[in-house]
């Protein structure tokens, strides 16, 4: 007998944007050492074992979806093995390029890369299943498994939530009132499009990334909590400044920052793992004689406005879950191009993630890289995370050498630009 399970709004979402992102986020780890593999390979069957859908496949079909439960799956289909030459993060960043596909028969996949100089593994996670909260979760509880196995020989004692996905707990305790208030689009006014030379032109997929280090990043970090400010804003009021400056552009310009809508729901986390995000949307008019400074502190004052408002990010979010239940996987599929043609420049932050949890074999990782879905143009999102406190900025696309050009030297301003907030009033 097949089991299945019937596919909530929030997977349902993301299957319909997969024209503009391949619905993977993916996360790199370096160690100082190299993991034993039949342990890693146990672990991450252990976390993919312990939630039906880790180990299920997404069925689109043209009036409905679901996931079927997969009782039987091989060794392949959630890890592999790579040895290379040199520095492992080099493969690995190349390797997590690759999407998990939403009919995968599991939608977590771990790649282990052996280096010279130590070994790097490649968390690959379906986007339908999980966001980047509930992707830092398993992250964790990867290396948890992996631990439990290497100290008791069996991860049976490993806690997973595997509770309601429903995204729809986001607002069930709100009133009808409240409900009605936020049935409207929540896209800003101001289209920001970067501007590709050739926007329908695909090239070479490519993860781009800046690092800033961490010692950079807590100086501005202490300087901007002493203008109220965080370093979220920080790295926002960056994006901005070093868009203008790469695209020559002048004036209003908005960028829609991703945030965790868990705040809205019982106890703060979501029963069961679950892609909960939210668009939340500021504006910033760029001019020339502003400094960092000026900038910082008008996007602090509406992202702590957004913040103060308990209905912070669910513009637009009750609409669109009744959409995504009321109509046809193909009406949706059509309807999904007038609203993804409508996006264009994004950020997502997971803020900082300690490494000393993520520690296997005895090792602690000394790198780790964040990196989104991949956008198709005309979107570009900036995805960074800081692993103990070193940010790696990422931009991930199919990018002609023009546009990587582009994109490289945007991203190299936003380190640049909180190099020169530092120095400011200095």
Request: aromatic share 6%; glycine share 8%; charged share 20%.
């Amino acid at each position: 007998m097949i089991h299945t399970i019937s596919a909530g709004v929030g997977e349902r979402m993301q299957y319909i944007a997969h024209r503009y992102n391949d619905t993977t986020i993916r996360f790199i780890l370096k160690y100082p050492g190299v993991l034993d593999l039949n342990i890693l390979c146990a672990a991450t069957q252990a976390v993919i074992g312990s939630v039906d859908v880790l180990h299920a496949s997404f069925i689109a079909k043209s009036n409905s979806a679901h996931w079927r439960i997969n009782t039987e799956y091989e060794v392949s289909d959630y890890f592999a093995l790579v040895d290379c030459d040199g520095d492992p993060v080099k493969p690995a960043r190349s390797i997590a390029l690759q999407p998990l596909e939403h009919k995968a028969k599991c939608q977590l996949h771990v790649t282990q890369i052996n280096g010279n100089d130590g070994c790097a593994i490649v968390v690959r996670i379906s986007h339908l299943v999980v966001d980047g909260s509930d992707g830092k979760y398993l992250l964790n509880k990867l290396a948890e498994s992996y631990r439990l196995i290497e100290e008791t020989g069996t991860a049976e004692s490993l806690d997973m939530k595997d509770g309601s996905r429903s995204a729809m707990c986001v607002y069930n305790e709100l009133s009808k009132k409240k409900l009605v208030s936020l049935i409207k689009m929540p896209f800003s006014g101001v289209k920001t499009e970067y501007p590709f030379d050739s926007p329908t032109e695909h090239g070479v997929r490519r993860m781009l990334h800046c690092t800033i280090p961490a010692d950079t990043l807590a100086d501005a970090r202490q300087k901007a909590k002493s203008q109220g400010a965080t370093v979220n804003d920080l790295l926002l009021t960056a994006c901005y400044r070093s868009f203008a400056k790469a695209t020559s552009r002048q004036g209003a310009m908005s960028i829609s920052a991703m945030m965790d809508l868990r705040q809205h729901c019982k106890d703060g986390v979501s029963e069961g793992l679950a892609n909960m995000s939210g668009g939340l949307s500021t504006t910033l008019d760029i001019s020339r004689e502003n400094g960092f400074g000026d900038d910082l502190k008008n996007i602090a004052e509406q992202t702590t406005t957004a913040k103060k408002d308990p209905l912070a990010g669910l513009d637009g979010i009750p609409l669109i879950h009744t959409a995504t239940k009321a109509f046809p996987m193909w009406l949706l599929l059509q309807a999904a191009n007038i609203v993804y043609s409508s996006m264009s420049l994004s950020f997502t932050n997971l803020g900082n993630i300690p490494c000393a949890p993520l520690s296997m074999n005895g090792l602690i990782p000394t790198e780790g890289i964040f990196g989104g879905p991949l956008k198709r143009k005309p979107s570009v999102q900036v995805g960074t995370a800081s692993f103990d406190g070193t940010a790696e900025l990422t931009i991930l696309g199919d990018f002609t050498e023009e546009d990587i050009h582009s994109l490289q030297t945007f991203l190299n301003g936003v380190r640049a630009e909180i190099e020169i907030y530092l120095k400011e009033g200095v």
